[in-house]
């Protein structure tokens, strides 16, 4: 079946002067597809729209000014410089709003570009790692490419590619870039241990990127009959599925499957999704609608942030007018749990930042941060100091409860702040 494939020249050469093109993102990154696409001197006007993305960004070198322009969706490492530079765009958008961008037309893909696996017996392939935006891209985009590795996982869910529908393809056969579990600080870990006390038995949880969340996910071994709503996890939800803690059995959408939108980890993770009917991977319309986070029980979404201001604003894609990430799916998820009876939406973050220098709790966000999460859909926020619930609560009664969850140092100078206004 693989016998056609072709170089990556050659695959790339489908794309035209003026296209718009998709990159699948994370773990699943085409890389070889990309650089041979930076390579190209005979193109302008490209219009390429990604997710985050891993490795090397060479489509925003110098080189490729006026021939190639990134348009991220949330950025990744990479993407940030270019960003910041003026040498890439970047789009404030919802994660459940992507596939939509892609399936209405507002953003006329022409080409999809994919790391799939290797087709089964049926001659289909998988999108393996990531569906998230990649399910829409592939349906509604003219042309696919694909980089077909034999090492990327076949998932299941709404993950299904026809290798019929691929119009050109590579073979390769390397390993998926990983991102294992880093050492938590002292932090970190009495974070996770605050947070992990507000999750209750049979919560359906959602768990964002970071050391905070996997802080929190390597001390619920102890709750009973969880469930997973998610729109990603990583390694330190392995073990828990393994020890019993996690079953499924009280959730209302997808009962008995935990539910996700794309997985980042190591290879212990990637063995894990491989043929694993019992992890469901679909688009992040579905999984980070709502609705249907709505419908689970005890929703408990754990999303991380970089500033919060003393009414509650949350900023989590900036440092001022610098991008450093995205919306994502943050409001998304912390809006479903708000729905979800007995649902607890949480934002969770250190109490300072810069070696202790700098205070996250602050009187007003840095000029330029973007409020990802309003201070009318907050709920729950959490650093190594305690745990307080804004919702409710006046200007006046959050601020006093923020700030008693402020690092002392910076406590006295904040109530001041109250105080005078």
């Given at each position: 079946?693989?016998?056609?494939?072709?170089?990556?020249?050659?695959?790339?050469?489908?794309?035209?002067?003026?296209?718009?093109?998709?990159?699948?993102?994370?773990?699943?990154?085409?890389?070889?597809?990309?650089?041979?696409?930076?390579?190209?001197?005979?193109?302008?006007?490209?219009?390429?729209?990604?997710?985050?993305?891993?490795?090397?960004?060479?489509?925003?070198?110098?080189?490729?000014?006026?021939?190639?322009?990134?348009?991220?969706?949330?950025?990744?490492?990479?993407?940030?410089?270019p960003v910041h530079e003026g040498r890439a765009d970047f789009v404030p958008i919802f994660l459940s709003d992507v596939p939509g961008l892609f399936l209405s037309g507002s953003v006329a893909l022409d080409v999809a570009m994919v790391q799939v696996s290797p087709p089964d017996r049926h001659g289909y392939c998988s999108l393996g790692t990531s569906v998230d935006a990649a399910r829409a891209a592939v349906d509604s985009a003219r042309?696919?490419?694909?980089?077909?590795?034999?090492?990327?996982?076949?998932?299941?869910?709404?993950?299904?590619?026809?290798?019929?529908?691929?119009?050109?393809?590579?073979?390769?056969?390397?390993?998926?870039?990983?991102?294992?579990?880093?050492?938590?600080?002292?932090?970190?870990?009495?974070?996770?241990?605050?947070?992990?006390?507000?999750?209750?038995?049979?919560?359906?949880?959602?768990?964002?990127?970071?050391?905070?969340?996997?802080?929190?996910?390597?001390?619920?071994?102890?709750?009973?009959?969880?469930?997973?709503?998610?729109?990603?996890?990583?390694?330190?939800?392995?073990?828990?599925?393994?020890?019993?803690?996690?079953?499924?059995?009280?959730?209302?959408?997808?009962?008995?499957?935990?539910?996700?939108?794309?997985?980042?980890?190591?290879?212990?993770?990637?063995?894990?999704?491989?043929?694993?009917?019992?992890?469901?991977?679909?688009?992040?319309?579905?999984?980070?609608?709502?609705?249907?986070?709505?419908?689970?029980?005890?929703?408990?979404?754990?999303?991380?942030?970089?500033?919060?201001?003393?009414?509650?604003?949350?900023?989590?894609?900036?440092?001022?007018?610098?991008?450093?990430?995205?919306?994502?799916?943050?409001?998304?998820?912390?809006?479903?749990?708000?729905?979800?009876?007995?649902?607890?939406?949480?934002?969770?973050?250190?109490?300072?930042?810069?070696?202790?220098?700098?205070?996250?709790?602050?009187?007003?966000?840095?000029?330029?941060?973007?409020?990802?999460?309003?201070?009318?859909?907050?709920?729950?926020?959490?650093?190594?100091?305690?745990?307080?619930?804004?919702?409710?609560?006046?200007?006046?009664?959050?601020?006093?409860?923020?700030?008693?969850?402020?690092?002392?140092?910076?406590?006295?100078?904040?109530?001041?702040?109250?105080?005078?206004?």
């Amino acid at each position: 079946m693989l016998t056609r494939a072709v170089g990556p020249e050659d695959a790339v050469s489908i794309i035209a002067s003026g296209m718009r093109v998709f990159s699948h993102g994370a773990s699943a990154t085409p890389a070889p597809l990309l650089a041979a696409l930076s390579a190209r001197t005979d193109i302008e006007g490209v219009r390429l729209y990604h997710l985050h993305t891993d490795g090397p960004a060479p489509w925003t070198d110098a080189a490729c000014r006026g021939r190639i322009r990134s348009v991220s969706l949330f950025n990744g490492p990479s993407m940030r410089e270019p960003v910041h530079e003026g040498r890439a765009d970047f789009v404030p958008i919802f994660l459940s709003d992507v596939p939509g961008l892609f399936l209405s037309g507002s953003v006329a893909l022409d080409v999809a570009m994919v790391q799939v696996s290797p087709p089964d017996r049926h001659g289909y392939c998988s999108l393996g790692t990531s569906v998230d935006a990649a399910r829409a891209a592939v349906d509604s985009a003219r042309f696919v490419i694909a980089e077909i590795n034999e090492q990327m996982p076949r998932t299941h869910g709404n993950t299904a590619l026809p290798l019929d529908r691929i119009d050109a393809f590579i073979h390769s056969n390397r390993p998926l870039i990983e991102h294992p579990p880093a050492v938590e600080t002292p932090v970190e870990a009495r974070i996770g241990e605050i947070v992990a006390g507000l999750v209750e038995d049979r919560a359906t949880l959602q768990m964002g990127i970071g050391a905070i969340p996997d802080a929190v996910l390597a001390r619920l071994g102890n709750k009973r009959d969880l469930g997973i709503h998610t729109e990603m996890f990583s390694d330190r939800l392995v073990d828990l599925i393994a020890t019993g803690a996690v079953t499924n059995r009280f959730k209302q959408v997808h009962p008995g499957r935990t539910v996700t939108s794309f997985v980042m980890g190591s290879k212990r993770l990637f063995d894990f999704v491989n043929d694993n009917p019992m992890v469901e991977f679909h688009s992040c319309d579905r999984t980070n609608d709502t609705a249907l986070i709505g419908r689970n029980p005890k929703v408990t979404a754990i999303n991380s942030a970089i500033q919060i201001d003393l009414t509650g604003q949350v900023c989590a894609d900036s440092f001022g007018h610098r991008i450093y990430s995205g919306i994502g799916g943050q409001m998304d998820f912390i809006r479903g749990a708000a729905r979800s009876r007995g649902g607890k939406p949480i934002i969770a973050l250190p109490s300072t930042a810069s070696g202790g220098k700098v205070s996250r709790i602050v009187w007003e966000l840095t000029p330029g941060a973007g409020v990802v999460t309003t201070r009318g859909h907050v709920h729950w926020v959490v650093t190594e100091y305690g745990a307080v619930n804004l919702h409710g609560l006046s200007i006046r009664e959050r601020a006093e409860a923020l700030v008693s969850i402020a690092h002392p140092d910076f406590r006295a100078s904040l109530l001041q702040r109250v105080r005078t206004g």
